[in-house]
């Protein structure tokens, strides 16, 4: 089963980048991505540029709408993402927790809709 | 004269419908497959056993037909083949296509595991609603229809439905396992497991609306399951504490209200008619939950404190001291207001009126049970006890604003009734 764990944080609680804190959470990351790559949970996975940088695009009737921001305003936003291969929702919560931005953000935690292996 | 064939198989599937299905879910992974291929199994039963007699395994050769109906659809089905792409797996593994059971044998079937234990924890799963557990609980292993289900909790069957519904495919979609925690989470999954149990008891226990106080199904389904509970976990302590609690409560049922359906309070309650059968297994069962090291967990001082008032000859011989006490240890362990407000009750009995007022007035200064009608109640029935008959009317009209239930109403009324009655005198 693959899930896909997405990270929520508040951008505007974060620490400032020349900040210990900061090197800590990196280095927090880093050490979690490298055990998952390890255990072969790890299918895939990004930070991502803060949500002030998105753009929603919609198309209705033909013509492609842009909206400067996220989806929806929350109090928390999308900051990253694994995809990991576990073999159930335990599996996968447990890793869920060990993302270091659980202990100060939230982890949503989605199944992957399995596709049919076509030719 | 012997019963019927049909009065035995009804009372095998009784006896036997939660373990069965438990089997089924476990080898189909289908919740709805499982109940489906059961009721088939069980309708081939009456044919066959009308002609060969009752096996003498009957649970085991019930899961052998269930399961070989679901492989026989499984080849036949093209369509059901595509609904169940894990099922097809599994047979193909297990080598099962091509050797299906044979009927003729049946010395020859196994002793299938008990799996009830895995159907509990997959239910109580904490990745699924509360209510939705409980829906599904009542569903799978107590056997209660979705009409019934609907009706105790007083919501249109349809919504009932569609939870249901959500639920199973919540359990499929996302690969909730089917299985018993390792013994790292064992405990705190355990406790999910508790909390739902006793909260179908207390559903039962107290309607939260409507007319009837007491939906007697549904607190003996829970006892049902705390039973089931105390044998498929008998190492732990607080499945027998939380059966035990749940039995002392429900020693009182009969005395709980009176022939109009009215509340009678604990103090005023018939001790004679308390259900000793109830109390003793309680007592027995928390005397289980409490050997070894003296642990002080929510359930085991639950059940401590209602065993307290189970085995009291009379209200008089009531240890308010220990009560007070354990009600203590209690807010360390499981802090709530609700059990504040009961500290505060016992505090009065224990030191006057004044004590537990005090008490009472800290916690509405807390807002914290700004919603709850016994708040008022009790502080209510102390300044009645204190001869402050104008607070008391008061605290009793803020009470009866806030009951949830024709029968909480109808005493506080009766309550206020007494102390609006200038013949009455404190």
Redesign the interface.
């Known amino acids: ?1 693959q899930y896909l764990l997405l990270i929520y944080s508040n951008e505007s609680a974060a620490p400032d980048t020349a900040s210990p804190q900061f090197t800590a959470g990196m280095k927090a990351y880093t050490d979690f991505t490298k055990e998952i790559k390890e255990s072969k949970n790890l299918l895939g996975g990004n930070r991502l540029q803060s949500a002030a940088t998105a753009t929603t695009v919609r198309v209705r009737d033909g013509k492609t709408l842009l909206t400067d921001g996220p989806f929806a305003e929350t109090a928390e936003q999308l900051g990253g993402y694994y995809l990991i291969e576990a ?4 599996e996968a ?1 447990g890793i869920a927790a060990r993302i270091p931005g659980a202990q100060w953000g939230t982890i949503e ?1 989605r ?1 992957v809709y399995p596709m049919q292996q076509s030719a | 004269m012997p019963s019927s064939l049909s009065e035995q198989v009804g009372r095998i599937y009784t006896d036997e419908r939660d373990r069965i299905l438990a089997t089924l879910i476990g080898m189909l992974r289908d919740f709805d497959l499982a109940e489906e291929m059961m009721q088939e199994a069980f309708a081939r039963a009456l044919l066959q056993w009308s002609e060969s007699g009752i096996p003498s395994k009957p649970r085991a050769w019930i899961v052998s037909a269930a399961r070989y109906k679901a492989i026989d659809r499984l080849r036949r089905d093209a369509v059901f083949r595509a609904k169940f792409p894990d099922l097809q797996r599994t047979v193909e593994r297990a080598g099962e296509a091509e050797n299906p059971l044979v009927f003729e044998t049946e010395e020859t079937f196994p002793d299938f595991p008990d799996d009830r234990l895995r159907l509990i924890f997959t239910c109580c799963h904490p990745a699924l609603a509360t209510e939705a557990q409980v829906a599904l609980t009542l569903r799978t292993l107590c056997g209660l229809t979705t009409e019934e289900i609907a009706r105790a909790f007083l919501v249109p069957t349809q919504t009932m439905a569609q939870r249901l519904v959500r639920v199973k495919r919540k359990i499929a979609e996302a690969a909730i396992p089917y299985s018993v925690p390792p013994a790292e989470t064992l405990a705190a999954r355990l406790d999910a497991v508790l909390v739902t149990v006793y909260l179908i008891f207390t559903a039962g226990y107290t309607a939260s609306s409507g007319e009837a106080l007491i939906r007697t199904d549904l607190c003996g389904e829970a006892i049902r399951l705390g039973r089931l509970l105390v044998s498929l976990v008998p190492n732990q302590s607080e499945p027998a504490a939380l059966l035990a609690l749940m039995l002392f409560h429900d020693s009182r049922r009969a005395t709980r209200t009176d022939v109009a359906g009215d509340i009678v309070l604990l103090e005023d309650q018939d001790r004679s008619q308390w259900n000793r059968a109830s109390i003793e297994e309680g007592v027995e069962m928390l005397r289980s939950a409490t050997t070894g090291e003296a642990n002080g967990s929510r359930y085991v001082i639950e059940a401590q404190i209602a065993a307290i008032h189970a085995t009291a000859s009379r209200p008089q011989a009531t240890d308010w001291a220990r009560i007070a006490a354990l009600y203590g240890e209690l807010k360390r362990v499981a802090p709530s207001p609700v059990v504040d407000l009961n500290e505060a009750v016992a505090l009065a009995m224990l030191r006057g009126p004044e004590a537990g007022l005090e008490r009472l007035a800290e916690l509405e200064r807390s807002g914290r049970l700004a919603e709850y009608h016994l708040l008022p109640a009790a502080q209510a029935r102390l300044l009645e006890k204190l001869g402050d008959r104008q607070s008391a009317v008061v605290h009793y009209r803020r009470a009866i604003a806030l009951a949830r239930n024709d029968p909480e109403r109808r005493f506080l009324n009766a309550r206020l009734a007494k102390v609006s009655s200038p013949s009455v005198f404190y």
């Open positions: 089963m073999a159930n929702l335990d919560l935690v199944p």
